[in-house]
């Protein structure tokens, strides 16, 4: 029978809809979340149009979640959807033993092909795509359920979020990962800012993708290689082939993808990546082996847990023996000291070896360790090598280690504080590395960023008695600077300048810079906000620092404590007196909240105040001030002679204009 031509049309229109509404919506998230516009505000607003058109003559399509009855939103939500996978996550069978490989390979049918590849050693994601348009990005979670992580995918841009000429559904799953350059780098921030480390860039990807701020998951630079294509009517009879059309559709596949014919292949491929993969940007910690042909694979099948016509070979944790000369203590900025393993230098993953961290003495006394032992440092997924254990039995008898009482470079008693790991110096106004370490931290670039002023300056400065304390930075005179070994007068006039520039800095920066203990800089900034100057802090108690968000007992601790000492508030006083911002300036200090959540723009000339007087006002009253119009423009502040341009998209935006007193009577009725 001939379908019916209404039938026809209807099927086009909902197909439409369906379309019209995961490109809005993405639009939407384009726009508000990753501020990177895919559609001119015009071609938004003709689809949303047509949109609200189609949904007005088919009431039966209508959904709660379409871009029509939403505004864009920037939150991803408290928490993420639970989805249940279409089809299992599995893990692999594995190994460390070339051999089994071996075995493996031999119990396969002859002439079978197999394909290799590198184990990624990240996360796994399920990526779905419905007409083209990615739709949920789903962890592996329990394997029968995972978290929809979508808005955090999307912030990987080798990822298509679009694709044309592709099956109606598929699924493509892969690996998430953080490369070692961006899990050095988060790494050095968190250090920076006593938050905790994250062991390996596997971890770092776990944190990352679990975050619910999408801006921050973005800035931390994730990456994806994708291994597996699933789905009914997919193109292609081997995995080999069907990893090349995803490639070509422009999906991030692995190029380290060889097909091999023999064991001798497939060992030659083992050997060659064990060692190239050391260069690559990114962890891997093994290779997988996966038949080729589909149909062998049916007939191959699976176990409970994992296909039968797969395995992994895992690379060992490259691991040596060596002799532990010495332990030596060392002291951070803020006292902890960290006993460190000095080693007989030896080769491991292809770099020289010969300090390795103990982290604490609890660390060192599970293994029994003590200077004269030969110990096993391995380097796994962690870019700091560890100790992992030492040769032969402990005799507990001949076991003799003691942590010094006293600190190694100031001789101050040391003090474990209840419930902790690490042993602290209390010295904290006398031992040269904690005062070295504050300068260094109260100058780095989140803080006052005192350009010139490296480490290495901070030092010689120390070395000749110039600088005990932040606030000493402020009298140092360029002459100090330029008799400095390899300083000249241009130095000195920078750092000069850069000292002078920070007298600017806001006070949210200024807090975070003193360095007390624990107190980050997003923390700081919360603090800030509540407390608006250093005297109101000073006086804060327990229970209004508690009430801040962030702020736990042991931090609220942590800034009583620093004020309850004599040597802080001396220091203090003066860098107020030397004209660093220990409040809020008026800029900062909020009026009120007429104007929350709204974006204005200002056009044409005014008589009451000047432009930039009123830029003041909309961000004290809570509003964020643009400079174009679009059609997220709450209102524009419109003076006299307001630019004909603005004017004219205003009107065909619908973009109301209020006028200076208009504005100023919304402010006074605040
Ligand atoms: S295939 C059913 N290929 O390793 C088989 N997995 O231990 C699906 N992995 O959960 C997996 N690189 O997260 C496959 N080239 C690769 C891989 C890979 C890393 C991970 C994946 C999986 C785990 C299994």
Redesign the pocket.
């Known amino acids: 029978m001939e379908p019916d031509l209404f039938t026809n049309i209807s099927n086009n229109e909902h197909e439409e809809i369906i379309s019209l509404r995961k490109e809005l919506t993405d639009a939407n998230y384009r726009y508000y979340v990753l501020s990177q516009p895919t559609l001119s505000d015009k071609e938004f607003d003709d689809k949303l149009r047509r949109l609200q058109d189609l949904e007005a003559l088919h009431p039966e399509w209508s959904d709660p979640n379409s871009p029509t009855q939403k505004v864009g939103s920037d939150l991803v939500g408290g928490k993420f959807e639970r989805v249940k996978h279409q089809y299992p996550?599995?893990?692999?069978a594995?190994t460390y033993s070339q051999e089994e490989i071996q075995d493996w390979l031999h119990h396969l049918p002859e002439n079978v092909e197999i394909v290799c590849?590198?184990?990624?050693d990240g996360?796994?994601i399920s990526l779905w795509y419905e007409d083209g348009y990615l739709v949920k990005a789903v962890t592996?979670g329990d394997g029968v359920q995972g978290d929809n992580v979508l808005a955090n995918i999307r912030t990987i841009g080798s990822i298509p979020q679009h694709l044309d000429g592709v099956p109606k559904h598929f699924e493509m799953?892969g690996?998430v990962l953080l490369p070692w350059e961006r899990f050095e780098a988060l790494n050095r921030e968190r250090e920076e800012q006593e938050e905790p480390l994250f062991a390996n860039p596997r971890n770092a990807a776990s944190g990352t993708l679990k975050l619910q701020d999408v801006k921050e998951v973005a800035k931390r630079g994730l990456t994806c290689y994708l291994?597996?294509m699933l789905g009914e009517d997919l193109p292609a009879e081997t995995h080999y082939d069907r990893l090349a059309t995803a490639k070509q559709w422009g999906f991030p596949v692995s190029d380290a993808i060889r097909v091999c014919h023999s064991i001798e292949e497939v060992m030659e491929y083992i050997r060659y990546w064990g060692e190239e993969r050391k260069k690559l940007p990114v962890a891997t910690d093994g290779i997988?082996l996966?038949v080729n042909n589909f149909r062998q694979q049916v007939s191959l099948g699976f176990t409970a847990k994992?296909?039968r016509w797969?395995i992994?070979y895992k690379f060992p944790a490259e691991k040596q023996l060596t002799l532990l000369r010495a332990i030596t203590y060392q002291v951070g900025r803020t006292g902890v000291v960290t006993p460190v393993a000095n080693l007989e230098p030896v080769q491991l993953s292809g770099t020289i070896v010969q300090r390795a961290t103990l982290h604490n003495e609890d660390f060192i006394r599970s293994l029994s360790i003590q200077a004269g032992d030969r110990v096993w440092v391995e380097k796994g997924g962690e870019i700091i090598p560890k100790i992992t254990g030492k040769e032969g039995e402990t005799n507990e008898e001949g076991y003799h280690y003691i942590f010094p009482e006293t600190c190694p470079e100031c001789g101050a008693r040391l003090v474990r504080i209840e419930g902790e790991a690490a042993w602290r110096c209390p010295n904290e106004e006398g031992c040269p590395p904690q005062i070295k370490g504050k300068i260094e931290h109260f100058v780095s670039r989140k803080a006052m960023n005192i350009d010139g002023l490296g480490e290495e300056t901070i030092g010689l400065l120390y070395d000749q008695g110039l600088l005990r304390t932040i606030a000493d930075i402020y009298d140092l005179k360029a002459e100090d600077i330029a008799r400095l070994e390899r300083l000249g007068d241009k130095s000195a006039a920078n750092i000069i300048a850069g000292i002078e520039a920070s007298k600017s800095v806001p006070w949210a920066r200024v807090l975070f810079a003193l360095g007390i203990r624990m107190v980050g800089e997003t923390t700081a900034k919360k603090i800030a906000r509540r407390f608006r100057s250093v005297d109101e802090l000073q006086w804060a108690t327990k229970e209004q620092l508690m009430a801040i968000d962030d702020v736990g007992e042991q931090i609220a601790d942590n800034i009583i404590g620093y004020f309850a000492a004599f040597g802080n508030i001396e220091i203090l006083t003066r860098l107020k007196a030397a004209g660093v911002q220990m409040s809020a300036t008026d800029e900062e200090t909020p009026l009120g909240t007429a104007l929350e959540g709204q974006t204005i723009v200002i056009s044409g000339t005014f008589t009451q105040h000047s432009r930039d007087e009123y830029k003041v006002l909309i961000e004290q009253y809570g509003g964020k001030n643009v400079s174009s119009v679009s059609k997220k423009t709450s209102f524009i502040l419109a003076g006299e002679a307001m630019g004909p341009e603005k004017r004219k998209k205003a009107e065909s935006l619908g973009v109301p204009l209020v006028s200076e007193e208009e504005f100023l009577a919304m402010l006074s009725n605040n």
């Open positions: 996550m599995l893990s692999l594995n590849e590198l184990k990624y996360l796994s592996r799953r690996e291994y597996y997988v996966k994992s296909p797969a992994a």
